[in-house]
């Protein structure tokens, strides 16, 4: 978590100084403020560095969203929960928590591949910014070319008049981004109906008998979701479930 913590900060900081010295660049010289020497030797003002950090901070749940497996865990564990019909356990604090530990442990390799080929040589004034940013844009593209339907990816790329890619490194990450999202939602959506097909017949069940006993008055609600929750205790529903999300992804 300090590995990815450190990531995050470098690509902000360097961020950061790309915008000051786009700042200097295109007007006067404030010396307003406290100023700093960045990577390559490039010099900002700590208040416009403060600014574009807040603003990129403000930017990383969508990234986290729209660029990591946490859509679809956070929908079946979201579909589990109605499946089990506990309306508020877990909450909806402790399944965020649980996708973001998830998704950074599937994440950390890109992220360390990111670091690696993007940062450190931004860090040490190898690269300059753009450069930077296309060195540390394959391994996440690789990421989502791995999940993402040929169908989405036809879709958006006829949306946008895109020519036809001759191999995978040729797609644009415009196009491959909203097809990533599409193809996540789909492939939770298919996630959570299966879950919920075994505590449906439940379900069926317990109204079949209640119903047939004259049982009128008493919900079956109330006597299938214990069952729901023993057998899932039961058969180690956790661990199996986490564990074939796990395993979809590798």
């Not at 080929?117 to 931004?122: L, M």
């Not at 006829?158 to 939602?185: F, G, K, N, T």
């Not at 074939?244 to 590798?250: E, P, Y």
Request: proline share 8%.
């Amino acid at each position: 978590m300090t590995r990815l913590l450190r990531t995050f900060l470098s690509v902000a900081a360097f961020i950061a100084v790309c915008g000051s010295a786009s700042a200097h660049s295109s007007g006067p010289h404030n010396h307003a403020g406290l100023h700093w020497s960045g990577p390559a030797g490039v010099s900002g003002s700590v208040p416009w560095n403060i600014v574009v950090l807040l603003t990129l901070l403000t930017l990383l749940p969508a990234l986290v969203v729209s660029l990591t497996p946490f859509t679809r865990l956070l929908i079946v564990f979201h579909f589990l929960r109605q499946a089990l019909g506990t309306q508020t356990a877990p909450s909806n604090q402790t399944l965020i928590g649980l996708s973001l530990v998830l998704t950074y442990f599937l994440m950390q390799p890109v992220g360390a591949s990111v670091y690696e080929s993007a940062v450190v040589p931004f860090q040490r004034g190898q690269v300059d910014l753009w450069a930077a940013a296309e060195q540390g844009t394959p391994p996440l593209r690789h990421f989502m070319l791995k999940f993402v339907r040929e169908k989405d990816l036809a879709l958006f790329l006829e949306i946008a008049q895109a020519p036809r890619p001759a191999r995978p490194d040729d797609v644009p990450m415009r196009v491959i981004v909203p097809a990533y999202i599409l193809s996540e939602l789909k492939t939770g959506f298919q996630i959570g109906a299966a879950l919920f097909l075994p505590f449906l017949v439940i379900d069926l069940v317990v109204a079949a008998v209640t119903t047939s006993i004259g049982m009128l008055q008493l919900p079956p609600v109330v006597i299938s979701t214990p069952l729901k929750i023993m057998l899932f205790v039961m058969v180690d529903g956790w661990n199996l479930l986490v564990g074939s999300l796990l395993r979809s992804f590798t």
